[in-house]
């Protein structure tokens, strides 16, 4: 059993800052590619931005110099730190991972999500 935990949403004024944190637990062997989506109302979801194992990132072309996406390996989390942030950044966040259990099975894993909201 592996479960991905998000924290770190909330309500912030435009050009402000989230950091959001995603941990994810359980059955793991290994952790591959992990990222963060977003699902706004009316929208799409969207990739945000994704961070493999080794560190390679990419990034949508809305969030680039804005967003970073970065991992701790020996914490098994991704973190999303936002800033700047725009009213059309406000959606419910996912994080998302690949993960091989202890059984050596890969799994695409996904988090509760959580909501973000850029308002004055």
């Given amino acids: 059993q592996v479960q991905l935990v998000e924290s770190g949403g909330g309500l912030v004024q435009p050009g402000g800052s989230l950091r959001l944190s995603c941990a994810a637990s359980g059955s ?6 992990m990222g963060w989506y977003r699902l706004a109302p009316g929208k799409q979801r969207e990739l ?18 804005r967003f970073t996406i970065s991992r701790d390996n020996a914490k098994n ?27 050596r099975a890969t799994f695409d894993y996904w988090g509760q999500g959580t909501q973000d909201a850029v308002s004055s």
Avoid: W
């Fill in 48 to 65: 945000v931005a994704a961070i493999t194992s080794g560190g390679n990132t990419n990034y949508a072309d809305s969030v680039k110099g």
């Fill in 77 to 103: 989390t991704v973190y999303l730190q936002m800033n700047s942030l725009k009213p059309e950044d406000t959606a419910v966040y996912y994080c998302d991972s690949y993960i091989t259990t202890t059984a």
């Fill in 28 to 33: 793991i062997f290994s952790i591959h590619r």
